[in-house]
């Protein structure tokens, strides 16, 4: 009877190890795949500037411009993220804002926010970088933006923000104005 009692034991405890240890690979494996951290993808369409015209920087005082910025999210939780504000500098010199209202980005998914983009072309006037710049035509900005907000993964949910830094080049001697830009961003969590 004792020795089919130490079998059951041993059998008992080899099963709890081997289910421990299989476990443990599954979720180390997890963590490094499935769930690791990935930064998020952002595209920004400055759509508004085919309505502006060259004289609009010369004669407003403020230029009001719609955008549209494309974020990709490849990770597999939701980010849901409170209100914010992205500063646009020109030259190291804040020369606009663009407020962005609190949204949540669903899991792996790819969602577009309007947002519109108010610069100070007087500000700019007072640069006299930008003034050549500007009468040569084109127009190199900077935006910046951290998003804070809630990441959401399988019902855990953990405080991160998301750290963006666009840089954009308008062509404001063209008809219609255009823009290019290129985005970097880092989701800390």
């Known amino acids: 009877m004792i020795k089919g ?5 041993k059998l008992c405890c080899i099963s709890a190890t081997v289910i421990a240890v299989i476990t443990t690979v599954v979720l180390v494996t997890l963590a490094f795949t499935v ?10 369409y400055p759509t508004g ?32 993220f409170e209100n914010t504000t992205s500063h646009i ?10 407020p962005i209202l609190a949204d949540t980005i669903p899991e792996q998914a790819s969602m577009n926010i309007t947002a519109y983009a108010t610069l100070r072309a007087k500000k700019l ?27 959401s993964i399988m019902g855990i ?9 666009c840089h954009m080049t308008m062509y404001i001697s063209e008809i ?8 970097w961003t880092k989701l800390e969590i």
Request: aromatic share 8%; glycine share 6%.
């Open 125 to 151: 006037r007072e640069n006299p970088k930008a003034i050549n710049d500007i009468v040569s035509g084109s127009l190199n900005l900077t935006a910046t933006a951290t998003m804070r907000g809630k990441m």
């Open 35 to 44: 769930f690791k951290r990935h930064d998020p993808d952002l595209v920004l």
């Open 49 to 80: 500037l085919a309505k502006l015209q060259l004289d609009d920087f010369i004669t407003e005082d403020t230029i009001t411009s719609e955008m549209v910025m494309s974020i990709r999210n490849r990770n597999h939780g939701s980010f849901k």
């Open 5 to 9: 009692k130490n079998y059951a034991i």
């Open 89 to 98: 500098t020109y030259d190291g010199e804040l020369v606009g804002w663009v």
């Open 157 to 165: 949910k953990k405080k991160g923000s998301v750290y963006t830094e």
């Open 176 to 183: 219609p104005i255009r823009g290019d830009s290129w985005c």
